[in-house]
């Protein structure tokens, strides 16, 4: 039995180094080289969750999700971290898009862009990737 | 004359008559009256004297009108201060309520300076913002194009299709594996700024991460990987995981004052890029029984510390327990900030697998694993705020 360990553990030994590069061993924070293009309203239409949130919101907020119905609706829930305990802070009302961007009805319009099944929005605080999900 | 001296005899007769009579009579009468005299009994039987009431009455009077002469003074002396002390309570009241109106329009008035101030200031600080905000503008701007031309550069030399998903699963690869993306570089500390901003409509809380505070520290796993780097005789390889969970409290501009926190690697999720070798591993560590590599660190040796690039270099001190058995660890680390005020911590040490109790693998004593190994971590950790306790 320990003899078949060992030869597990050793048998690879004819096979090229698999070190880590000492560089390499930090996580990518989130792929940088997709093609975005400029979000068009059919790209909101749907229920999105987060993948990544950068910049200066990404110490506060956990996850973020948001529901864009075609009407001009949406939905939406922010994790929000740093208080005693995480908590969720949900936002109603309704969205427009327009050439300045996507306003979730504050009057600041956020750049908005689009990807296959992913969107992203950038603000002053940030930026957030979403990945649109199906709602079971 | 005749006559006159006629009456003249006739009187002194008539009064020795009268004389010679009354002692005749007293003569008769003298045993048959009995006088008593009884002061007492007459004094009642005669009741108070009025006049001597009426004297009485009167000295009690005169001696109340003397009283009263001797009262008036005081009497119109306590008026007097009566009235007076009212027109100085007044006055005096009066003047407070004079005083504090004033004091009131002072502060109205000094209310209004300050308002005016504050829109002068805050005009000046909207107009520097603006001015910020456009060189911003510019720097996107040229880094953008810069960005770009540097794309486009890299597009003639690699074609390279990346999903955009937050986290790259581990692969360890039969060669070396080139870095993934760099470790972003530290930024510089924005301005304090303590006001509660938006972000996409949502509110986001003033406790944000703070350089200089002391706080808690919630490892991040989709962004921290733990590994090991292992030499034989032929072959050297890695393991990697990013099961790796855990907290720190510290304040990173004084990371000696009593840090504290707890790391945990799931064993079982190491992995070296080999089933076989992975499964071999498992069992060297008794994974089944012992399902977490934990580092529990205890002190902090800092060796440099920058507030101003947010930058942390020194020695972590803690015990690594391996299968069930604990030893001392230092390990030198390097702690930054990224940009979105996440703490980043870089460190190695090396173990030998002897102190925790493992031979090191070999096969007849040719092929051999060192018992030494390189132990790293590459954590990443968001705040989970302040913390205020008795260190």
Known sequence: MRCTLWLALLAPACIAPSVVDSTGRSVAIAATDVAWRDAQAADFDGFFESTSIEGEAAAAIGR??????????????????????????????????????????????????????????????????????VIE | MNLSRSLQYFGVAALAALVIGSAIALNVVKGRIQVVVSEAEDAAQRGPDPLELLRADLAELRAEIARGDELLPQHLQTVHDSLSGDATTRESAVRQELAALRTQLANVEARLETSARSNEAARAQTEATLQRFATALNDLSTAIAANAAQAAERARVEV????????????????????????????????????????????????????????????????????????????????????????????????????????????????????????????????????????????????????????????????????????????????????????????????????????????????????????????????????????
Not at chain 2, 212 to 221: E, K, W
Not at chain 2, 328 to 333: G, H
């Open chain 1, 64 to 133: 973020i999700y948001y529901h864009f119905a075609p009407s001009g609706t949406y939905t939406g829930a922010a994790l929000v971290i740093g208080g005693l305990e995480p908590e969720f802070q949900t936002l109603s009302g309704r969205w427009t898009h327009g050439p300045e961007g996507l306003d979730l009805g504050d009057g600041v319009p956020v750049r908005a862009s689009a990807a296959d099944g992913f969107l992203r929005l950038a603000s002053e605080g940030g930026v957030v990737t979403l990945r649109k999900q």
């Open chain 2, 160 to 391: 390279v299709a990346v999903v955009p998903v937050e986290v790259a699963p581990v692969e360890v690869a039969p060669v070396a594996v080139a870095p993934v993306e760099p470790t972003p570089a530290p930024v510089e500390p924005p301005p304090a700024d303590t006001a509660k901003k938006g972000f996409l409509s949502f509110k986001v809380p003033e406790k944000g991460f703070r350089f200089d505070a002391r706080q808690r520290l919630a490892i991040v796993p989709s962004l921290s990987r733990v590994g090991f780097d292992a030499k034989s005789t032929l072959h050297d390889f890695s393991g990697v995981t990013q099961k790796v969970e855990g907290e720190l409290v510290v304040d990173l501009s004084k990371p000696g004052d009593a840090p504290k926190g707890r790391i945990s690697v799931e064993c079982a999720s190491l992995d070296t890029g080999l089933a076989d070798r992975d499964e071999g591993m498992r069992e060297l560590l008794e994974s089944e029984k012992q399902k977490q590599i934990t580092f529990t660190w205890s002190a902090f040796e800092a060796q440099s510390v920058d507030t101003a690039k947010q930058l942390v270099q020194g020695t972590v001190r803690g015990k690594l327990a391996i299968r069930g058995v604990e030893r001392e660890l230092a390990m030198p680390v390097k702690v930054s900030v990224d940009a979105s005020k996440r703490v980043g911590i870089e460190g190695e040490a090396r173990i030998k697998l002897t102190d925790f109790g493992i031979e090191p693998p070999s096969q007849l004593g040719m092929i051999e694993v060192e018992d030494e190994l390189r132990l790293w971590i590459s954590l990443r950790a968001r705040t989970l705020g302040p913390v205020e306790e008795a260190k």
